[in-house]
């Protein structure tokens, strides 16, 4: 058996910065995260061990003046700093700078339309509802931008309105294009004259790692996709692994690794190519502990 760890898995950029944030912070004193610093349960309990408290919007509201807690890198809404400010919180800002430009972008779109009454506008963000980085981007217009996952709810949009697109910015490329073929479509079948303002807010580092990781699945007899279990990039990412060889596992810790797994996909080769990859939340020493555990097995 060959065990290769993919190069391009791991933490990507905003989360890199986040977690060296609060490992730099946490040397100061206590330190609070609003919410997982990342949806990786394994890295989660690392920081913890090393002082970090997690904690959620309804701890925010009676911690005491001069705490200090961690914004993580999908950013939070405007409302957040408003509290953390008539507290006297102290904040510490690890929003990804990608995120940061675009809730800029979004919040001026915001302002420089909201009073446009004779056409109310629709600013429209492509994600998946609820998560925390979309959160924070409706936040930028009042909770009033429209969320759509799929083209499935293109119905909550009127076409015959101002139309500003955006995206979540770790959406796929795919996905967002044929969202907007379709809005173009149903405005010409609609004879609307509006036409939409698309706005492409995905992050490449994040887009570019499917066809990279899908080339590594391929190279591969068996794939084992380390990711945490709350984490919507990691479903997205292993789904893209399962399309290219279906000989994929999803586990989120060494101790899922098993003798009865790995023979319920080897097969009569002898010489089994495993390759272990992960989500833009996995963290990399976590890779290496299943490349161990498979090592001792």
């Given at each position: 058996m ?15 910065r986040?977690i060296?944030?609060?490992?730099s912070e946490?040397?100061k ?5 609003l919410?997982d ?6 890295e989660?309990k690392?920081?913890?061990l090393l002082?970090?408290q ?23 809404p405007?409302?957040t ?6 507290r006297?919180?102290?904040i ?8 940061k ?17 004779a056409?109310p ?28 996952e799929?083209i ?28 907007v073929?379709e ?9 609307s ?5 698309v706005h492409?807010?995905?992050c490449?580092?994040?887009a570019?790692r ?6 590594f ?5 068996l ?6 279990a709350?984490?919507s ?7 893209n ?10 586990i ?20 089994l ?8 939340s996995?963290?990399r020493?976590?890779?290496?502990q299943v490349?161990?555990?498979?090592t001792?097995?």
């Amino acid at each position: 058996m060959s065990i290769d760890i993919d190069t391009n898995s791991g933490f990507c950029f905003g989360v890199t910065r986040a977690i060296q944030a609060a490992e730099s912070e946490l040397q100061k004193g206590a330190l609070c995260c609003l919410g997982d610093i990342v949806h990786n349960g394994q890295e989660v309990k690392r920081l913890e061990l090393l002082g970090l408290q997690t904690i959620d919007y309804d701890d925010l509201r009676t911690l005491p003046a001069h705490s200090r807690v961690l914004l993580r890198a999908h950013g939070e809404p405007p409302s957040t700093y408003w509290i953390a400010q008539q507290r006297g919180i102290e904040i510490i800002d690890a929003t990804c700078p990608v995120v940061k430009k675009l809730q800029d972008r979004i919040r001026a779109c915001y302002e420089q339309h909201r009073n446009d009454e004779a056409l109310p506008p629709q600013i429209i963000i492509y994600g998946q509802p609820g998560h925390a980085e979309v959160i924070g981007l409706q936040g930028q217009t009042n909770n009033t931008a429209i969320v759509i996952e799929s083209i499935d709810q293109l119905d909550r949009i009127d076409f015959t309105r101002p139309i500003y697109l955006f995206s979540q910015t770790t959406k796929s490329v795919e996905g967002f294009q044929a969202l907007v073929d379709e809005i173009k479509s149903a405005i010409s079948n609609q004879q609307s004259a509006i036409v939409p303002e698309v706005h492409d807010t995905i992050c490449r580092n994040v887009a570019n790692r499917v066809a990279q990781l899908q080339d590594f699945a391929r190279a591969n007899d068996l794939v084992i996709f380390v990711g945490g279990a709350k984490s919507s990039n990691a479903r997205v990412l292993y789904k893209n692994c399962v399309e290219v060889n279906p000989n994929t596992i999803f586990i989120s810790s060494p101790e899922e690794i098993t003798h009865s797994l790995i023979h319920s996909f080897t097969h009569s080769s002898a010489d089994l190519k495993v390759g272990i990859c992960g989500a833009t939340s996995t963290p990399r020493w976590l890779m290496k502990q299943v490349r161990d555990k498979l090592t001792n097995l």
